[in-house]
């Protein structure tokens, strides 16, 4: 019920358009939003199958296989399944109710890498929202704000944490220690690589690498 890295990696070598079916809960909105942040760096063109009904796509395709075929023909963006999912969770006509579907769909259209394609989803929400679409674009860049004074405190933060501490003595030991765990054969390697705490390393990027190594 979810698209790993490793499969949108390996489609994007014979694909170019992945049409998600996923329940039509809450669960498969999250699932469809963390999609599209997986499938972006593939540069894939990722599709939704709205389902209705209730049921599971697996119920819908044994039971009734031609109405499958049919519902098949009929597959939106990822961006209006998230948008349209909004609408549909929210109440669109009071205020409080349009600041709560503006407030969901914000992260979206955030997440739209390509300009020309963002104004279309934001044209797109804006008439929905029955709104001028200026309004919108203000909220839009709040959000945007926001999100990057969060991301500016936490690497501050992080880097506070990371600041170097005198210890060359240990960074030494320890470069002496990962070199020693590399020249040995590959059993070895296997035997020895479980028993490292990484996550004590003074530096992370030899952490790193230990990981991509025991991976």
């Not at 500016?152 to 030494?172: F, G, I, N, R, T």
């Amino acid at each position: 019920s979810a698209l790993t890295d490793a499969q949108a990696k390996l489609l994007s070598r014979t694909v170019k358009r992945i049409v998600l079916a996923l329940d039509a809960d809450a669960a498969g909105r999250e699932a469809t939003a963390r999609a599209i942040q997986v499938v972006q760096p593939y540069d894939l063109n990722l599709r939704v199958l709205p389902l209705t009904g209730g049921k599971d796509p697996d119920a819908i395709a044994k039971d009734h296989p031609k109405t499958w075929r049919e519902m098949t023909k009929s597959t939106v963006s990822a961006y209006q399944y998230l948008i349209d999912s909004a609408f549909i969770s929210n109440e669109n006509e009071t205020g409080e109710g349009k600041r709560a579907i503006t407030k969901s769909i914000l992260p979206v259209l955030a997440s739209i890498g390509n300009a020309v394609e963002q104004a279309y989803y934001m044209e797109y929400t804006s008439k929905k929202l029955d709104i001028k679409e200026d309004a919108l674009e203000t909220e839009l860049k709040k959000h945007q704000r926001a999100a990057k004074l969060g991301f500016d405190a936490k690497a501050k933060k992080q880097e506070k944490l990371q600041q170097p501490v005198d210890l060359s003595h240990l960074a030494v030991l320890e470069r002496y220690l990962v070199a020693l765990v590399l020249h040995g054969d590959d059993a070895f390697i296997r035997t020895s690589l479980p028993k490292l705490a990484v996550e004590y390393l003074i530096d992370s990027r030899l952490g790193k690498l230990l990981e991509h190594l025991r991976d």
